[in-house]
DNA sequence: TAGATTGTTAATCGATTAACAATC
DNA sequence: TAGATTGTTAATCGATTAACAATC
């Protein structure tokens, strides 16, 4: 059997946690309790504990936490304690934007690709990657090993392009495109849907805005009628 | 008093009816059950039901929902019959990126202004927009009507700058920096952290290849022990 | 030791699913 | 009308919070 299986709740948490005791790192703090974290972060001590100790007893009575350790028990449970090949899939605008993003590279995922179909990007190097063509990825994967392979293209082709991925032995897929990928359930997919998170952000200007109109009197309006 | 708080989770789903409905009209389906759309969304028909429900019936019995009629007023509830205009702040690569995706100004969000710290980039124009400096910010403000920040800079400025997009009228940010921004709660934050989502990437990689090693035996491992 | 704080169990709260009466 | 399918209530499930005994 494997381990029980973590909430996706908690996962969601476990990289703000990372973030948190990074930068406590940073500033020289060597110990925190639930309830400093707490405080700091906006969540309850409650959960801070039930979270860590799905994992593990991290922390000792009287004491607290060792933020050092913590961050480097996180970081393992992140699986950010070894690297990652990357390549990306689709080099426009965004593809190229995180393949610019240093700070992937500090943290061990490592892009060693950048494709697309388009002919015209052919060989343009981003940080010294070149842009290479689409069909040369069956090839290209058989010669390196790639865990991860971001998707940064139109939703019409991101279905096609993932499913040679999936030929080609890629079994973690980064998806920016805004399109849900059904793909053989031993493929991770993690979505990016900026479009979803905008529409998140319009949905509370407009309820904000509603709000701050003056409401409509209809007359009977006491929900816990009698 | 406002209508009844609507929970995140159902929000967060609201876009991905959205994107289902829009396809299915594209594609000139008319009306669609709640267990047809189950069927297609991988999500219960119960559900579906429970999170329409609450913003009305949109439905009819015997026949299910219209889906010209449901998808204008998914829309309508994102605030998506109407524009806003957006800035980006931080004008590197990932503000370029978002500057150069037309998607987003099909869907009603103007982008009217990018802004940056580093002087190189000024007056470098992105889709006929020119890169202006931070410090006209306010000015800029005051002249336009502005209801979106974008923050696509790193997090050492990104708290600063944020300050001066809150003091100068800005009511919504949607902030790429990796950091929590303490904002007054009438200011609406989205956080889109792309590393964050990375880690749970490889969260779901390490859980994997572990689950893949035998199992170590500890010969004690009923969990549900007597 | 006394005080602090965890780890963990129990209680509460909220979200999802199931069921079915209402109704088109 | 009979059949289909919603809207909505009730049941279940899961996640969060509270409480406290264990223990450093």
Redesign the pocket.
């Known amino acids: 059997m494997e381990d029980k299986a973590i ?4 996962i ?2 476990l990289p703000r946690y990372y973030r948190y005791l990074g930068e406590l790192l940073e500033s020289g703090v060597e ?7 707490s405080d700091r972060m906006q ?11 799905n994992f ?10 060792n933020v050092k350790y913590l961050h480097s028990e996180i970081g393992k449970i992140l699986g950010l304690d070894r690297t990652y090949h990357m390549i990306i899939v689709g080099a426009g605008n965004l593809g190229q934007a995180l393949a610019n993003y240093v700070q992937f590279e500090k943290r061990g995922f490592l892009i060693i690709g950048l494709f697309d179909v388009n002919p015209v990007l052919k060989g343009i190097t981003v940080r010294g990657i070149p842009i290479r063509m689409a069909e040369e990825l069956p090839d290209f994967l058989q010669k390196n090993s790639v865990e991860i392979a971001a998707l940064t293209l139109p939703k019409a082709n991101a279905k096609e392009m993932a499913d040679v991925l999936v030929e080609n032995g890629i079994k973690a897929i980064w998806n920016f495109a805004h399109t849900d990928l059904r793909l053989p359930k031993d493929v991770i997919v993690e979505n990016v849907h900026l479009s979803e998170s905008l529409m998140q952000l319009s949905y509370n200007i407009s309820r904000r805005e509603q709000a701050r109109e003056p409401a409509p009197d209809y007359g009977d309006n006491d929900e816990n009628s009698a």
Chains 1, 2 share one sequence.
């Open positions: 909430s996706r709740a908690v969601k948490r110990r925190i309790s639930s309830n400093e974290l969540v309850t001590a409650s959960q801070i504990r039930q979270d860590l100790n593990g007893g991290f922390g000792q009575q009287g004491y607290g936490y």
